[in-house]
């Protein structure tokens, strides 16, 4: 196994009054690709947003290893800057400030220093390119009047350009019609390749991973993993469904 | 795991000041404003004849007006003294020593000069300033443009135009401080574009307001003739400290045929302010008035800068943002008058309120019997950053014929957590986040500010929200 990242041990994670997570263990190595699937209402979403530390998603028990620091201690913006990338289900509209000057601001942050704007705008239109997104959106409002795709697409370029340790990918195919799901595929290949990061795809559909390579799965049911494999399992899981696990 | 911290105001009472209110350096009298102390005003000043008489008659008419019952309360302003408010004895420079750190602190964040910081801070005399002003002058005197003060133009060539204009959109009897402002005004710029001239570079009352004593009761008087173009823009984001705490100015504005008049106003009177400003533009056949409006400084304001759309095809753009925090009641709206055919309307009002904080938009849309096809849009969004602070939008519309197009939006909100939690996840800090979130919220009036204003207003945002720059 590769180095290791992320080690999480017996996670419980409530929201609000309601136990959601009953005792989790996961373990990512450097650069690993994790598949994570599971029944709706089983958790997937929830684990996402607890990693990243969403105020909502209370921890009330385990612990989380990422970078070799207590993951919990951290603040969200520490977290981030450390490594860690959440590509959200649903991005949030940002009036104001266009995408390309917070991405910039966002790397600036990360790295501790003024990123070339030359050099950045360079690399900025390749990855647009990648992900087959007009150059125009560089300069538009964060997400504002995106489309369900471009939104996505938004999130995978940020996950691009930021060049994140690991990757939290939840549902970034879900809604997108098979063109928009193939070129997400495609940028979570090249982020894969050329930045060599670790990834949790969280996902219903296996489109997204026909391309890619996979080392492991899991599947949450019920607040817990319940079986893990290798990427044999996905395919059973697309077959059969998730009946076999159900309680 | 890290707990979400609550973003404190910045120390507003910064702002506040008190100077040494001490008695003997104050005239008594206690009855108020005389017609003595108006008439000594008028000689000092040199007015002429009709303009002392003007003076006498507006004093007459503040005595019997009424102070506004329908807005913020105005209990602070010292009226039964009014004379304080006119004839300070204090020297209006007082000692650089004396300004308290907070607000040296704050010009420094705000990255100005030594020299301009002590003439803000009512302190300096002229600076560098006076000199910017000359060179503007002279180049815009090259177009045939007349910008000066306006107590001189008084005396000069342009007297006659003045006589004709001053005071006649907002007359003493529009109400009780306009009333005060006729009597007591002082300082002030008058401008004037000749015919088909369009002025490249914004003029900036900023140097004039600079001058000793100006900037309380200051009167602006810009006439662009037709088919010229001038964007005036009046203030700056520096907290403005006046030794009194009362503004009464006034500006007036007339928008020649084709013509178009551009006023952009970034206001930071200092926290202990009641800014009772009013401003009024007449624009004739097709020409076009702006207004761009930040209003951030004073305690308490009532400003509702008002457009009447003579000429057919006269059109008004509003574009403002008001940032109220701790301690702040800022009553801010606008009025249109629809007096021409097809004459258009558009505005676009943004409001936060923080800390306490109180904002209110009040917005008057009349469409008179002529107005065929006159169009409207009156669009307002306001954003609460907590659970403490208000915002009001009160509309009040006016249509007298059936061929009118008008519309009204409002909009209230909130950050969400949502929003935060996702600019954290990119690395931002909670306050940043948020004061990216407001800053965005602003960005309507940012747009439209020279770069330079533009910068300022977003420091300035950055400042209320976070407590420092950068």
Known sequence: MAEEILKIEDLAVNVGEIEILHGVNLTVGRGETHVLMGPNGAGKTTLGYALMGNPKYEITRGKVTFMGQDLLEMSVEERAKTGLFLSFQTPIEVPGISLSNFVRNA???????????????????????????????????????????????????????????????????????????????????????????????????????????????????????????????????????FEKYLK | MKQKTQV?????????????????????????????????????????????????????????ATVPDWGPSLDGLDLDHIVTYVRPKTKMTANWDEVPAEIKETFEKLGIPQAERESLAGVGAQYDSELVYHNIREEVAAQGVIYTDLESALHGPYAEMIQKHFMKLLPPTDHKFMALHGAVWSGGSF???????????????????????AGQFEHTLIIVDEGADLHFIEGCSAPKYNIANLHAGAVELYVGKNARLRYSTIENWSKNMYNLNSKRALVEEGGKMEFVSGSFGSHVSYLYPMAILKGNGARLDYTGITFAGEGQELDTGMKVAH???????????????????????????????????????????????????????????????????????????????????????????????????????????????????AVEMNNLIRLEMVGSIG
């Open chain 1, 107 to 241: 790397l600036d942050r990360k790295t501790g220093e003024k990123t070339r704007l030359w050099k950045f705008r360079k690399e900025l239109e390749k990855e647009l390119a990648v992900l087959d997104m007009d150059p125009a959106y560089a300069d538009r409002d964060l997400n504002v009047g995106f489309s369900g795709g471009e939104k996505k697409k938004a999130e995978i370029l940020q996950m691009l350009m930021l060049k994140p340790e690991l990757c939290i990918l939840d549902e970034t195919d879900s809604g997108l019609d098979i063109d928009a799901v193939r070129t997400v595929s495609k940028g979570v290949q090249e982020y894969h390749e050329t930045v060599g990061g670790a990834m949790i795809i969280i996902t219903h559909s296996t489109k997204i991973l026909e391309a890619l390579h996979v080392d492991y799965t899991h599947v949450l049911v019920d607040g817990k993993i319940v079986k893990t494999g290798d990427r044999s399992l996905v395919d059973e899981i697309n077959e059969n469904g």
């Open chain 2, 8 to 64: 404190d105001d910045v120390n507003r009472s910064l702002y506040d000041f008190r100077y040494g209110y001490d008695e003997e350096h104050y005239y008594k009298v206690d009855e108020g404003l005389t017609a003595e102390i108006v008439e000594t005003i008028s000689k000092e000043k040199n007015d002429p004849e009709w303009m002392r008489e003007f003076r006498l008659k507006s004093l007459e008419l503040y005595k019997k």
């Open chain 2, 191 to 213: 401008v004037y574009v000749p015919p088909g001239v369009k002025v490249e570079i914004p003029l900036q009352s900023y140097f004039r307001l600079n001058a000793p004593g």
């Open chain 2, 339 to 453: 007096i021409g055919e097809n004459t258009t309307s558009v505005v676009s009002a943004k409001s936060i309120s923080k800390s306490g904080g109180k904002s209110v938009f009040r917005s008057s849309v009349t469409v008179g019997e002529n107005a065929k096809n006159a169009k409207s849009t009156v669009d307002c969004a306001s954003l609460m950053l907590d659970d403490e602070s208000r915002s009001d939008t009160i509309p009040v519309m006016d249509i007298r014929n059936s061929n009118a197009d008008v519309g009204h939006e409002a909009k209230i909100g909130r950050i969400s957590d949502d929003a935060i939690f996702y600019l954290m996840s990119r690395g931002m800090s909670e306050e940043d986040a948020r004061a990216m979130i407001v800053s965005g919220f602003a960005d309507n009036v940012s747009k439209e500010l020279p770069l330079e204003y």
